[in-house]
């Protein structure tokens, strides 16, 4: 009898725990513009210890419910112009795509050179972003054709989505340096349509994973939970956004890209 109660304050244990942590990975998540998915995955395969593919799927509906929540709470602040709105829409279509794609070839490619792939990216550009409020780097400016600039949108789109669908994550790790560097936005707004992007992303991958069993009632209840703790954690980071200095959201972005290509390079 001892034992069993031994395990159940355990198992509780770590509930809370996670929930602590989500909450956490929630505020930082609405304040830089991400849905935190690769900061969540070893709280949800360690500590919670989730089967791989479970974890993936459970990560992309809390993933959905942070980004949903950080995006309207920013939307309602007015971090997002005309501009933004055309692209993240544009986006938008591609990233179904894509996340779709990549929930249905989960497991049928390598993700071993995949995340190698991607942990040299994010090391590249989390140290630029790192960097760049310190050593004044000059961000270079692009100009783009209205065309160019759709096809783009739609080519990174895709390519994102299938990462985003793969990994189980919403993307804006990758989303956002691009939204910066390619079509010169600042790191605010490029938050702020990375998450409108991130939304159908998230739920198009979930779907599909539900779709192929790839999750249980149980763990979609668990998900929701730690969902709220992080909603709740987003709507704060998200408020405070306006107040805290672009410079240090980008160095902020920086760690967090970094965080995210250790994660890349450690078993799931």
């Known amino acids: 009898m001892l034992g069993v109660v031994k395990v159940l304050s355990l198992l509780t244990t770590r509930v809370l725990i996670a929930l602590f942590l989500c909450f956490l990975i929630g505020v930082t998540a609405g304040l830089v513009g991400v849905g935190g998915g690769e900061h969540r995955m070893p709280v949800l395969?360690?500590?919670?210890?989730?089967?791989?593919?479970?974890?993936?799927?459970?990560?992309?509906?809390?993933?959905?419910?942070?980004?949903?929540?950080?995006?309207?709470?920013?939307?309602?602040?007015?971090?997002?112009?005309?501009?933004?709105?055309?692209?993240a829409l544009t986006m938008s279509v591609g990233s179904i795509l894509g996340a779709y794609l990549g929930a249905l070839i989960t497991g049928k490619i390598s993700e071993k050179i995949l995340k190698r792939f991607l942990a040299v990216f994010l090391i590249i550009v989390g140290f630029k972003m790192l960097l760049e409020p310190v050593l004044n780097i000059p961000i270079p400016s692009i100009h783009l054709t209205k065309a160019l600039e759709v096809m783009l949108a739609i080519l990174f789109a895709i390519l994102i989505g299938v990462i985003s669908g793969i990994l189980g994550v919403a993307g804006g790790e990758f989303r956002i340096p691009i939204l910066i560097?390619?079509?010169?936005?600042?790191?605010?707004?490029?938050?702020?349509?990375?998450?409108?992007?991130?939304?159908?992303?998230?739920a198009t991958g979930f779907f599909k994973h539900n779709m192929m069993?790839?999750?249980?009632?149980?763990?979609?209840?668990?998900?929701?939970?730690?969902?709220?703790?992080?909603?709740?954690?987003?709507?704060i980071g998200s408020t405070y956004v306006v107040i805290i200095s672009k410079e240090i959201l980008k160095m902020m972005l920086g760690i967090i890209l970094l965080l995210a290509s250790m994660r890349m390079v450690t078993k799931p």
């Open 213 to 235: 069993r790839h999750t249980s009632k149980n763990v979609i209840i668990l998900a929701v939970v730690m969902g709220i703790s992080s909603v709740t954690g987003a709507l």
């Open 181 to 202: 560097y390619v079509f010169n936005f600042d790191v605010v707004i490029a938050g702020t349509t990375s998450l409108l992007v991130s939304i159908p992303t998230t």
């Open 45 to 87: 395969l360690y500590l919670l210890r989730l089967p791989v593919v479970t974890a993936i799927t459970a990560n992309l509906l809390i993933g959905f419910l942070t980004v949903l929540t950080s995006f309207f709470r920013r939307f309602q602040l007015g971090l997002l112009d005309g501009r933004a709105l055309d692209i």
